[in-house]
């Protein structure tokens, strides 16, 4: 995809990465490594780095102290968003946001059906936004967390990217 800059100067944001997993350490992490790196490589801030359990009610704890803080404006989790037992990510997002972005995870499916054909239809890829921070949860392998930045997340992050973007929404996030 060509990306459409605008004139317009980079804003970085405060993003945290949360690994869902019962198995995955920092040590060996590297969705969330390829995340951490991709984010700072695009000039973003990296706000937080967690790993927590697949468990619904410890995941939406987690979002909502991010939520909470201030000084995390987006988080992106990886892992949980299949259609096994112990995949329950999107359970937790639908605790907490106030409202879905159905598209992202219509556009990741769609991207992704390209690269992986008809096996991206088990992935419950999903976002939102609760507090003024923007959710977004994001498959457990780094090929999928590679194509959910690479494909979406760089552009729609980036304040220059037109004709519309995440980051010119922020401020307007809590109207009411």
């Known amino acids: 995809m060509a990306a459409n800059k605008s004139v317009r100067e980079f804003v970085p ?4 990465v949360l690994t869902v997993s019962d198995t995955r350490t920092l040590e060996d992490d590297k969705s969330g490594d390829m995340l951490a790196d991709r984010l700072d490589g695009a000039g973003h801030v990296l706000a937080a780095r967690e790993i927590v359990s697949d468990d619904a009610d410890v ?4 979002l909502k102290e991010y939520i909470d803080n201030a000084e995390i404006d987006v988080v992106i989790t990886t892992g949980g968003t299949g259609v096994t037992g112990r995949d329950v990510t999107p359970e937790a997002f639908a605790m907490v946001w106030e409202k879905e972005i159905p598209g992202f995870g219509e556009l990741f499916r769609a991207l992704s059906f390209e690269k992986i054909g008809t096996s991206t239809i088990q992935s419950r890829a999903t976002a939102g936004v609760a507090g003024g921070t923007y959710l977004f949860a994001l498959p457990g392998s780094p090929s999928a967390c590679r ?20 980051v010119e929404l922020m401020p307007r996030l809590e109207e009411k």
């Open 59 to 62: 995941i939406a704890t987690k």
């Open 147 to 166: 194509d959910g930045w690479d494909d979406i997340l760089v552009h729609q992050l980036d304040y220059r990217f037109m004709p519309c973007n995440f």
């Open 13 to 16: 944001v405060n993003i945290a």
